[in-house]
């Protein structure tokens, strides 16, 4: 079952202050971006308008500029669980906030990855529909309440100094945890992030006073007890 999508503020997706970039970056292949690439020579079908004037009359060649093609900007979703077994909660409500910034990050066109560094697992950003829900699906089969982990706590090299990077951290921040030029967002502020309160108000009452976070795993069980209440004719004894 894949974890709880909410949808979040605007800012949340934002680079840190001090960063140039944003959005679409330029790759270093020429393409139809704004960046400027480099010349060659002219060849029939070249617009007249990307004529480098002061080129060709240095070269005594006709040249033209290209532009860089933009690609994706790359986003690092990196979750920090906490392995104590008091954590269930924290990490829930973590996994839910990382999968809510992963959707939202690919709905963005941004290419997106994701790294739990607790469970030794690295998936490397991509691009569209499919990219996100294998995210969503391997942030559906981890157990909160696991303590027992199969990899290391250290981010890996693959999370670039170009690339932006959150890290969700399960309860509280430990900025020393993850890239230095990471955003920190902790699962205690979920509801700051959440650009329609009236969504975490009405979660918690559907999943009868839990965190919206395990709202899913509240509402399966509730599924199940009145399917068997309901195999054994004593559907009311279902609350």
Known sequence: MRPLVLPLRDALLQRPSGSTETGL?????????????????????????HIAWRATARTGKVLVTQSASPVPDRLWVILRLDASRESRTSNERAIALAASIASRAGRDATMVGLEIPLVGLSIPPGAGRRAVDRLLDALGRLDPSATVVGGGCVVSTAVGPRDNAIVVHA???????GPRHARHVSSDEIERWVSEKDTIQLL???????????RPAVLARRLEAWAAALLTGNQERVA
């Open 25 to 49: 970056r330029s790759s270093r292949r020429p393409g139809g971006g704004d960046e400027f690439f480099g010349l060659r020579e002219f060849v029939p079908g070249d617009q007249l308008r």
């Open 171 to 177: 309860g509280e921040i430990d900025s020393a945890f």
């Open 204 to 214: 918690e009452q559907l999943a009868g006073g839990q965190p919206a976070a395990t």
